[in-house]
């Protein structure tokens, strides 16, 4: 079976071809026109603006990818239902049942959420033994603990209760004065500092170097949920009080005390995300007794997160299996829309051509 992705949930215009068969998976071809240049001037995504990016990119990258892919015939089509910025879905979506009539194939939506999680098993193949699993989805506009059993049974035992992790790293990028997206940005500033908590040089007032100590959001709460609106306060209040509202994008920025300054905050943020995933996440796999940890979403392409999580299982939690997607399918990507409807169709869902419709706020429950 060959199946068609189009992935269109944010500011990605994402098409990907893939050849599947009893669950082995041959990538044909899988794209990405990324918009953030477009978008980075304003500090995050404009939804309209994003949209006619879509609408022009569409083709473009259609015809690129069915050319890469040596132009197959298509057996199915699957594009991203939810959640979302209801423009761009409802771009991918009108373009994807444009296709579906005019090839006569079949055509499936998918959640965006699910496909992060299963795009981990297109070099995995499923197994029993594998749940129940703790899957940690991580980006811009999500961060969740999902109970996973099988594929289609999703509970989520955990989500922000304001911003998001991805969220969390743009806001905080934005009041240091670095660009957008801010997860890349803040991850560099903080590969350059040493010990990412203390200030080495004293700052614009010469007063002697401080700690900087951020909180840990709801860490020690006996639930499984996430909340990174105060940690975005918390960084916000520590560059007022240090430096009065000298504003981080001017030449303070090139000086000695303020590239420290920023190096160092920017290890502590990371750092008291990565704490905060980290320990939620074991807590849900120790209090459910889940056999596998599953991380996916965007923020799920940060090293240290990567490693940390990687060492932290090891020693705590040893016997548990740890599922990561390749670097380059944890961004958005169709390459998991069409996974996903594929594991789909071998469950026995149908085609819903006429009823797909684009929904912002899609739940994977």
């Known amino acids: 079976m060959t199946i068609l992705g189009i992935e269109t949930s944010c500011d990605d215009t994402a098409i990907a071809v893939l050849k599947a068969d009893k669950k082995r998976f041959k990538i044909l ?22 949209k006619r990016e879509h609408q022009k990119n ?37 373009f994807a049942k444009d296709l579906s009539e005019k090839w006569g194939v079949p055509l499936v939506p998918v959640n965006h959420i699910e496909g992060h999680i299963l795009v981990n098993f297109i070099n995995q ?17 999500h961060t969740q603990l999902i109970l996973m059993k099988d594929v289609g049974s999703y509970k989520i035992i955990g989500e922000t209760r304001d911003d998001a992790a991805g969220e969390c790293f743009d806001k905080t990028a934005r009041i240091l004065g670095l660009e957008y997206p801010g997860g890349p940005a803040v991850a560099a500033k903080a ?30 709460q006996k639930n499984y949920d996430f909340s990174f609106s105060g940690l975005k306060t ?19 920025s090139r000086t000695t005390e303020g590239r420290q300054y920023i190096q160092q905050m920017c290890g502590e943020i990371q750092q008291a995300i990565i704490d905060v995933l980290i320990h939620k996440t074991f807590k849900a796999v120790k209090d459910l007794k889940a056999k596998t940890i599953i991380l996916g979403g965007g923020v799920s392409a940060n090293r240290e997160l990567r490693k ?10 040893p016997n548990t299996k740890y599922l990561i997607p390749d670097a380059e399918y944890c961004t958005d990507n169709a390459l998991m829309i069409a996974a996903t409807a594929y594991f789909h169709m071998l469950k026995g869902s149908k085609s819903k051509t006429k009823k797909i419709e684009a929904n912002s706020n899609l739940r994977l429950e």
């Open 58 to 94: 569409l083709p473009i990258v259609l015809k690129k990818a069915l050319k890469k892919a040596g132009n197959p015939r298509v057996n199915l089509i699957a594009v991203t239902a939810g959640p979302g910025l209801e423009p761009c879905l409802w771009t991918g979506i009108n």
């Open 308 to 317: 940390q999580l990687k060492q932290a299982i090891k020693k705590e939690v």
């Open 29 to 50: 071809s899988n794209l990405v026109s990324s918009q953030v240049k477009i978008h980075q001037k304003y500090g995050g995504v404009y939804p309209t603006l994003a």
């Open 191 to 220: 590969a350059l500092a040493g010990k990412p908590a203390v200030a080495k040089k004293a700052d614009l007032k010469s007063k002697s170097a401080i700690s900087i100590k951020l909180p840990r959001p709801m860490i020690n």
């Open 125 to 141: 193949d499923f197994q029993k033994k594998l749940f129940p699993a703790v899957c940690l989805v991580v980006s811009g506009g």
């Open 234 to 252: 918390a960084v916000l209040y520590n560059v007022k009080e240090r430096y009065e509202q000298v504003p981080l994008r001017s030449a303070f």
